[in-house]
């Protein structure tokens, strides 16, 4: 299986590389794996969905490729 950096993953998903670790500490990201202090993610992993909500609207919050 062929893997990626947080890097090329933030750059592929347009999302920092940060929300990008916390997605793998917490397990969305499927078939990510951590070697030494480096998360490796799947060439084919898929973005995972952002479920952060607008607190006053309840309206989705950035990172989503569905337009508003």
């Known amino acids: 299986m062929d893997y990626i950096t947080l890097k090329e993953a933030s750059e592929q998903w347009c ?6 670790n ?3 500490s917490k397990g969305r ?6 070697i030494a202090s480096v998360w490796l993610i799947p060439k084919d992993a898929r973005k995972p969905e952002d479920k952060r909500k607008n607190r006053r609207s ?4 950035g990172g989503n490729d569905e337009p508003r």
């Open 15 to 20: 999302i920092s590389a940060r929300m990008i």
């Open 22 to 24: 916390y997605y793998c």
């Open 29 to 34: 990201i499927i078939g990510a794996v951590k």
């Open 58 to 61: 309840g309206e989705d919050v």
